[in-house]
């Protein structure tokens, strides 16, 4: 006889994404864990709050469908993005390159320090390290040295 409803390893959780609001996708569907879940969907009946005036009192009828619950899901690799999706959206990404400038109107002494990009660069009198640039005579010949 077959079960009326799926329990422990027999309980599957179907996952896609739509790609029009309210249009159920015809592929795309993923498996995903989860722990346990009490969703449910109930239709309650609802009363005719109107009464005086010669009104009776109306028989109940179906209230708004309500579809609530909890589902307890692990925190693993291959489901979490599905979920925070499922939660917030699509993530929205946009490219801008960074702009900026230095002036410099001599040459930088030993010790001080630019950034770029988050990394620190800093002018030596002597041989350089690493993240180091080595002062020129002139400020063009120490900005190539920088750009090198």
């Known amino acids: 006889m077959p079960k009326l409803r799926a329990y422990g390893a027999d309980a599957t959780l179907k996952i896609a994404r739509e790609t029009s609001y309210g249009v159920m996708p015809s592929s795309g569907w993923r498996s995903l864990d989860f722990r346990s879940t ?19 009192a109306q028989d109940p009828y179906r209230g708004l469908v309500t579809d609530e619950g ?8 291959r489901g979490t993005g599905y979920w925070l ?9 946009s490219s801008v390159a960074a702009s900026g ?6 040459n ?41």
């Open 38 to 56: 009490d969703l449910a969907a109930t239709q309650p009946l609802a009363a005719d709050p109107l009464l005086g005036r010669g009104r009776n």
């Open 101 to 106: 400038s230095i002036t410099f109107a001599a």
């Open 70 to 77: 909890q589902i307890d899901v692990p925190l693993d690799l």
């Open 108 to 148: 930088p002494a030993a010790g001080q320090t630019i950034t770029l990009n988050g990394v620190v660069w800093t002018f030596v009198t002597g041989t350089p390290g690493a993240l180091q640039t080595q002062i020129q005579a002139t400020v063009t010949q120490t900005i190539d040295q920088l750009v090198t």
């Open 85 to 93: 999706t499922a939660l917030f959206g699509l993530p929205t990404t």
